[in-house]
């Protein structure tokens, strides 16, 4: 490494994205620098399970084993039913269907980001909390202001990565234009401790006709995290702050969930409501500078895949980082893979949106058309579970999904 510079790589944030680049990276010799803001992880309402394609993605960083021995459970059925009509439930064995054979990750987000920061630090990495980033600028090397305490550092470093979250500071400093699209479903979610809710699987509920769904995650030590997914038809339902459990609760409730998953719980975190439109920087790399996670792009987190979509970000940087000895030519090659995912995971989601979550006479007769299809051939759904963004996602795949060929 060039000696003028302070690391060959600055991370900035220390979540699951960051975390495990950082990790990854100092196992391979690369000395990496870690600033993060929080000196103290705490509970807010964010995804805390990760599909069988992320759990893919962990064991190519080699981080699965410890997610699982230090603070996770991997789970291995899901179960889920329509409210709306007399069916059964379906049940599915993740580990003998899924191509990875992975169950379903499930975990307190906190506890996951101490683990890894502590694995990224035992890795090699030079992790600095209390780091508050006060500026970026891109260039050759890109440069870090950094405020520590009562000091600033100008630090420079061969490349810088911005894994800074959905509100990343990083992306307008780095001059990354951000794409949104139009609200279409909310979210709303709370961490439970105790109650009767089962412990064994992810369960959902679905209620297409109101658009609504209802998604319950095992958290270990006897919490669980329930998730409604609503469709917005131009307000929130106010499903923010302590006083609006109950509410919450009778709307989980009203989508047709069972009432024993609430029952005797006590609320154990936060109650927080939040839009769930899919948001992005196209090309998400320029001078020196790249972004990953959700500084990157958000995906709607009503479908559970932003904690994958993390881990292939760190993935994929750190094989194209590895791969070339011209960084900037690993960046553009990193940022034009995540163009082509993450637009297939955005198409695939907004098509089970269409199916799934919309409402009217239209959305009644295209599920009246669709539903009775993927009965007889299940093989016709995209597995967003399962494979997440390497599900087909072309012309003839969103033909076949929706039945008009």
């Given at each position: 490494?060039?000696?003028?510079?302070?690391?060959?790589?600055?991370?900035?944030?220390?979540?699951?994205?960051?975390?495990?680049?950082?990790?990854?990276?100092?196992?391979?010799?690369?000395?990496?620098?870690?600033?993060?803001?929080?000196?103290?992880?705490?509970?807010?309402?964010?995804?805390?399970?990760?599909?069988?394609?992320?759990?893919?993605?962990?064991?190519?960083?080699?981080?699965?084993?410890?997610?699982?021995?230090?603070?996770?459970?991997?789970?291995?059925?899901?179960?889920?039913?329509?409210?709306?009509?007399?069916?059964?439930?379906?049940?599915?064995?993740?580990?003998?269907?899924?191509?990875?054979?992975?169950?379903?990750?499930?975990?307190?987000?906190?506890?996951?980001?101490?683990?890894?920061?502590?694995t990224a630090n035992a890795a090699g990495a030079d992790v600095w909390q209390g780091a508050r980033v006060v500026s970026i600028t891109p260039g050759r090397p890109p440069t870090v202001l950094v405020r520590r305490g009562e000091r600033e550092a100008t630090l420079r470093a061969r490349f810088v990565v911005g894994a800074d979250g959905r509100e990343s500071?990083?992306?307008?400093?780095?001059?990354?234009?951000?794409?949104?699209?139009?609200?279409?479903?909310?979210?709303?979610?709370?961490?439970?401790?105790?109650?009767?809710?089962?412990?064994?699987?992810?369960?959902?509920?679905?209620?297409?006709?109101?658009?609504?769904?209802?998604?319950?995650?095992?958290?270990?030590?006897?919490?669980?995290?329930?998730?409604?997914?609503?469709?917005?038809?131009?307000?929130?339902?106010?499903?923010?702050?302590?006083?609006?459990?109950?509410?919450?609760?009778?709307?989980?409730?009203?989508?047709?969930?069972?009432?024993?998953?609430?029952?005797?719980?006590?609320?154990?975190?936060?109650?927080?409501?939040?839009?769930?439109?899919?948001?992005?920087?196209?090309?998400?790399?320029?001078?020196?500078?790249?972004?990953?996670?959700?500084?990157?792009?958000?995906?709607?987190?009503?479908?559970?895949?932003?904690?994958?979509?993390?881990?292939?970000?760190?993935?994929?940087?750190?094989?194209?980082?590895?791969?070339?000895?011209?960084?900037?030519?690993?960046?553009?090659?990193?940022?034009?893979?995540?163009?082509?995912?993450?637009?297939?995971?955005?198409?695939?989601?907004?098509?089970?949106?269409?199916?799934?979550?919309?409402?009217?006479?239209?959305?009644?007769?295209?599920?009246?058309?669709?539903?009775?299809?993927?009965?007889?051939?299940?093989?016709?759904?995209?597995?967003?579970?399962?494979?997440?963004?390497?599900?087909?996602?072309?012309?003839?795949?969103?033909?076949?999904?929706?039945?008009?060929?």
């Amino acid at each position: 490494m060039d000696a003028k510079l302070d690391a060959d790589v600055i991370v900035v944030g220390a979540g699951l994205a960051g975390a495990a680049l950082a990790t990854s990276l100092a196992r391979h010799g690369i000395r990496v620098l870690v600033l993060e803001r929080e000196e103290v992880f705490r509970d807010r309402v964010r995804g805390e399970g990760m599909a069988p394609w992320g759990v893919a993605e962990a064991r190519a960083l080699g981080l699965a084993e410890v997610i699982l021995a230090r603070c996770g459970q991997e789970l291995g059925w899901t179960v889920s039913w329509d409210a709306s009509v007399p069916t059964p439930e379906r049940r599915r064995d993740l580990i003998a269907t899924t191509a990875h054979r992975a169950g379903f990750f499930a975990f307190a987000y906190p506890d996951l980001q101490r683990v890894l920061l502590e694995t990224a630090n035992a890795a090699g990495a030079d992790v600095w909390q209390g780091a508050r980033v006060v500026s970026i600028t891109p260039g050759r090397p890109p440069t870090v202001l950094v405020r520590r305490g009562e000091r600033e550092a100008t630090l420079r470093a061969r490349f810088v990565v911005g894994a800074d979250g959905r509100e990343s500071r990083l992306r307008a400093w780095g001059g990354f234009a951000v794409e949104r699209d139009p609200d279409r479903l909310f979210i709303a979610s709370v961490l439970l401790r105790g109650g009767a809710a089962p412990r064994d699987a992810v369960r959902k509920v679905v209620n297409p006709p109101i658009g609504q769904a209802v998604l319950i995650v095992p958290l270990g030590q006897d919490r669980v995290r329930p998730y409604l997914m609503y469709r917005t038809l131009g307000a929130r339902k106010g499903l923010s702050g302590a006083g609006r459990l109950d509410a919450f609760i009778q709307t989980c409730l009203a989508v047709g969930s069972p009432p024993e998953w609430f029952a005797g719980a006590e609320r154990d975190g936060p109650l927080a409501e939040f839009a769930g439109a899919h948001t992005w920087a196209t090309h998400p790399y320029r001078d020196g500078v790249a972004l990953i996670g959700d500084a990157a792009g958000t995906s709607d987190p009503s479908f559970g895949n932003g904690l994958s979509l993390s881990l292939r970000d760190a993935r994929v940087l750190r094989d194209q980082l590895l791969a070339h000895d011209d960084w900037d030519a690993a960046g553009h090659a990193y940022a034009a893979a995540h163009d082509q995912y993450f637009g297939a995971l955005r198409r695939l989601e907004r098509w089970w949106t269409d199916l799934m979550h919309e409402v009217g006479s239209e959305a009644e007769a295209l599920r009246a058309r669709v539903f009775p299809r993927l009965k007889e051939e299940p093989d016709r759904a995209p597995d967003l579970v399962g494979v997440g963004p390497d599900a087909p996602s072309d012309e003839q795949a969103r033909r076949r999904f929706f039945a008009e060929e």
